[in-house]
Nanobody, 121 residues
Framework: VQLQASGGGLVQAGGSLRLSCAAS????????VGWFRQDPGKEREFVAR????????YYADSVKGRFTISRDNAKTTVYLQMNSLKPEDTAVYYC???????????????WGQGTQVTVSS
């Protein structure tokens, strides 16, 4: 499975961005796609996840109510709509795929290259 993340950028606090994660290859072998983020010097943090089948979602408390994860099965693409962005949301955002519905990054086998999100105050 190959993952291509895009959509990052610079935005002011309170603004919005939509990230995309395009999957290709043996996508049928992955059951769930997750978004993670990492700031330099910090551990990688779970953000949200969604299953390809059924669209079951789960969010980190820090983004609940502000971020929405969705998927387009026909395009094998997962989106992360980020609203009401805060400076503390600044990080490199990664999408990853795996077979287990979990927030543990080690359980995700395939990773995209990351896209930078910077929120200015």
């Amino acid at each position: 499975v190959q993952l291509q993340a895009s959509g990052g950028g610079l935005v002011q606090a309170g603004g919005s961005l939509r990230l995309s994660c395009a999957a290709s290859g043996r996508t049928f072998s992955s059951r769930v796609v997750g978004w993670f983020r990492q700031d330099p010097g910090k551990e990688r943090e779970f953000v949200a996840r969604i299953t390809w089948s059924g669209g079951s979602t789960y969010y980190a408390d820090s983004v609940k109510g502000r971020f929405t994860i969705s998927r387009d099965n026909a395009k094998t693409t997962v989106y992360l709509q980020m609203n009401s962005l805060k400076p503390e949301d600044t990080a490199v955002y990664y999408c990853a795929s795996g077979t287990v519905e979990t927030y543990t990054s080690a359980a995700y086998r395939y990773w995209g290259q990351g896209t930078q999100v910077t929120v200015s105050s």
